[in-house]
């Protein structure tokens, strides 16, 4: 049980660092907490190698001693770790980067300890208990799984930055149940006592947690008068609904007087998740719409008088009101985050609920539930909020080829779908997108892509409408003049002259080339972006980047960079947006990952050469632990990735998957201990079923999710357990009877095979969200296989010797 409690710890502490760097800085510095993980398991894996038999004798005081020590460097940790001044942008200088590596390196010296001691800890019992191998590492995995598990539950009533209170309850727990006797008892039990009482105070009395100054809700909570009027917290995010003088309806909209009576937005209350703007929430259930016909995003209304409308994200139920006003009939909405969804029908803080109307119906669906959406089709206008596509990276999803050519085909013959891209940061975003809208409609069976495509633009963002059947004559003539009386750019129409076309907005093109893109008059780059791209040309501009379109294997429109480039991309990391940072940390994280890595599977070649592993023992075992490590991973990020589009929802996907698949691998490990004595056997069988229904859910994975979409949301929870399940139980297995085989005079080499494990499976993440970036999410599953088989050929057999 205390084993049982650290691991459920040590894993919540670690969820915990991710919300924390998500909400304080970006979540994509939620990276380097897997790299700070690693470094203290991995020096923990060393140290219990070299120094296992003075470890060993002191085994009894060590047990009941390093609970308390876990519970002072947990909170001590933490709370170095919220007052280390990091600023995200400074690391993107190059003249003030230097003082942010400084910065990361507290980082790591902040949460050493800890996972030092974690892993010194988890080594340790493994050590004592060898004969007990498979049980014990069981209640490791179990305790992991259900410590992810218990801390997603705390996310739904603790505030984020107090997460850590909870965590060191368990370990407060894992040191009263230490092993432990007579005075020892005594002496652990109070010092866990009071290590607790000290570590809550400093936690939940001087916690100097904070949002950053860059984050969008920094501004308007430090106005004049700003209030947060309601609060929601979840494993999804934290929720802040604010109220002040400059929240508005956020709108792209026309300067030009006159094209409407009155274009004041209205007020709004602002929701925000984790620090970022979320959306617009209106302040009365009656919204006055005569602002709509000066937005960029009113054309696709004019051009198609809408009966029936679909909406991908409400905007808070704005968007609901302005299809209305613009004449729809029937209103289908798809809000798949709860917040906003539960806002819609029920209302948050003093926001009130959308009246309900039987023209209006609001869907609890993803993006990619593109035929139970299609039942309340077809429809005139398909209409992609932009702030839709910002509130979750699931949700980016409907951008991919396939959901396109889904919605296209969902369209009335004269029905347009309308699809938003910023160009605020980063044009090659909307390049990509042009490309991905000509894929669609070849994947839709439309033979003329070029005739179904409407591209214009404002300042700072493209629409492009694409039409199931070619745009007319009137069509075009309509769109050139809306965006002539609104000032907004034309940039592909069929049969377009770009020396007869005014462009009203110059927009300078982000590139890392050294190409000069001019912008302005009929040499416009966008304009001869749009024009290469539709005719499946090379991009003019662009053409450094990797323009392949997303599709539901890679549901990715940001990962432009090309790894291959890395050099100047590096060179040029100023000009690097913070979608593609992921990218860059990645290849930072897998490089240090690699590093630690090799030492770990080298240090056997340190000891003295009387108690070395043979050289073809050696080998084995290292391409026996490593497969282990890599393929674990690989097959549990395929899953996870499937299981967030399906339930539209990344952070309960991930809780899910990961809790599911750790506890059933400790049932595998419980149940490999029946095979001690014929390790082979069992390996042979969990090899075999992890291999098998790998296979299986390769090809029929797809198809089950998309069947069961419209499920209720507790059909698919227990279809993802069932799904994971097996599998899981199967994977638990081959860790277990691997370390079976170091006992007596090869003991020391069972911590070290523990952290060759846990080494490989940094390596893994983020070498799979490149791999997923590059080549697709289905290459996971595929070299999942090929590690297990080469598990199966790799067994390190030994034959024990007593010590």
Not at 768 to 794: D, E, R, S
Request: with cysteine; charged share 15%.
């Amino acid at each position: 049980m205390p084993l049982f409690l650290v691991s459920m710890a040590a894993i919540g502490f670690e969820i915990a660092l991710t919300r924390f760097f998500a909400i304080a800085s970006w979540s994509e510095y939620g990276y380097w907490v897997i790299s700070m993980t690693m470094v203290g398991l991995a020096a923990s894996g060393i140290v219990a190698a070299l120094f296992q038999r003075p470890i060993l004798r002191h085994a009894d005081l060590l047990l009941p001693a390093i609970p308390p020590l876990l519970i002072l460097t947990a909170a001590l940790g933490w709370h170095w770790t919220t007052i280390v001044p990091f600023n995200p942008l400074e690391l993107q200088n190059k003249q003030l980067w230097a003082d942010q590596l400084t910065n990361i390196a507290q980082y790591y010296a902040a949460l050493f300890p800890f996972f030092f001691l974690v892993g010194l800890y988890i080594s340790l019992y493994f050590m004592v208990h060898s004969a007990a191998i498979g049980r014990v590492y069981a209640f490791d995995l179990a305790g992991a799984g259900l410590g992810a598990a218990f801390v997603l539950g705390l996310m739904f009533v603790v505030h984020p930055f107090y997460l850590i209170a909870g965590l060191l309850v368990p370990l407060a727990l894992a040191g009263w149940l230490a092993p432990a006797r007579g005075r020892t008892r005594l002496w652990t039990g109070a010092a866990t006592f009071i290590a607790l009482l000290a570590a809550e105070a400093l936690v939940c009395l001087y916690n100097q947690a904070h949002i950053n100054e860059y984050k969008e809700i920094f501004g308007p909570m430090n106005t004049a008068d700003s209030r947060v009027v309601a609060t929601r917290t979840s494993p999804k995010g934290f929720y802040q609904l604010l109220d002040n003088f400059t929240e508005r309806l956020d709108l792209d909209m026309s300067n030009n007087t006159g094209v409407v009576e009155d274009a004041t937005l209205p007020r709004a209350f602002g929701l925000y998740a984790d620090g970022n703007r979320l959306a617009s929430l209106p302040k009365s259930t009656t919204v006055e719409t005569g602002y709509f016909p000066a937005a960029l995003d009113s054309l696709p209304y004019r051009l198609r008088p809408p009966q029936s409308v679909l909406l991908l994200g409400s905007a808070g139920g704005f968007r609901i009101h302005e299809a209305l006003g613009a004449g729809a009939g029937l209103v289908t909405v798809l809000e798949p985050d709860r917040t906003l969804r539960d806002a819609l029908l029920e209302g948050l803080g003093p926001a009130p609920a959308f009246p309900a109307r039987p023209d209006v119906r609001i869907r609890d669906l993803g993006p990619t539930a593109v035929d139970a959406v299609g039942a309340d089709g077809p429809f005139d206008v398909i209409d992609i909020g932009r702030d839709f596509l910002t509130q979750s990276d699931t949700n980016r999803a409907a951008l991919s080829v396939e959901v396109l050519a889904g919605y296209i085909a969902h369209l009335t013959p004269h029905g347009a779908l309308s699809i938003p891209v910023s160009i605020r940061e980063f044009t090659v975003y909307a390049v990509k997108m042009m490309r991905t809208a000509r894929y669609a409609l070849a994947a839709a069976g439309i033979a003329e892509p070029e005739r179904h495509l409407v591209i214009y633009r404002s300042a700072w963002n493209v629409r492009i409408l694409i039409s199931r059947t070619p745009w007319s004559a009137d069509a075009i003539a309509a769109m050139r003049q809306f965006c002539d009386e609104r000032s907004f750019d034309p940039i592909y129409y069929p049969g377009i002259d770009p020396a007869g076309v005014r462009i009203f907005n110059e927009l300078p093109v982000v590139s890392f080339d050294t190409v000069d893109a001019p912008s302005g008059g009929a040499s416009d780059a966008m304009m001869q972006e749009a024009a290469a791209m539709v005719a499946g040309a090379t991009s003019p501009y662009h053409a450094f980047f990797r323009l392949v379109p997303p599709t539901l294997d890679r549901p990715f429109l940001n990962a432009v960079l090309p790894l291959r480039q890395i050099e100047t991309i590096l060179d040029r990391i100023e000009l690097v947006p913070r979608e593609e940072l992921a990218t860059v940390i990645n290849i930072a994280v897998l490089a240090q990952a690699i590093v630690i890595a090799l030492i770990v599977l080298l240090l056997p070649l340190v000891r003295p050469s009387g108690s070395r592993l043979p050289t073809g023992q050696f080998l084995r075992a290292m391409a026996y632990f490593a497969g282990l490590g890599l393929g674990f991973l690989f097959l549990e990020i395929y899953l996870i990735e499937k299981a967030a589009q399906y339930l539209h929802d990344r952070v309960l996907a991930f809780g899910l998957v990961l809790a599911t698949m750790l506890v059933c691998s400790g049932a595998g490990s419980y149940l490999a201990e029946r095979f001690r004595v014929r390790p082979m056997v069992g390996l042979g069988y969990a090899v075999t079923i992890i291999i098998g229904w790998t296979e299986l859910l390769f090809v029929s994975l797809d198809p089950v999710l998309a069947y069961t979409a419209a499920a209720p949301a507790a059909v698919q929870i227990l279809i993802v357990i069932a799904l994971a399940a097996p599998l899981s139980v199967a994977l638990g297995m081959p860790m277990a009877l691997g370390l079976s085989q170091f006992q007596g005079a090869r003991l020391a080499f069972l911590p070290w095979a523990w952290a060759v494990n846990g080494a490989c499976s940094i390596v893994s993440t983020p070498l799979a969200n490149l791999l997923a970036a590059t080549i697709g999410f289905k290459i996971l599953p595929l070299a999942g296989i090929l590690l297990y088989a080469m598990v199966l050929l790799t067994m390190p057999i030994m034959r024990h010797r007593p010590s």
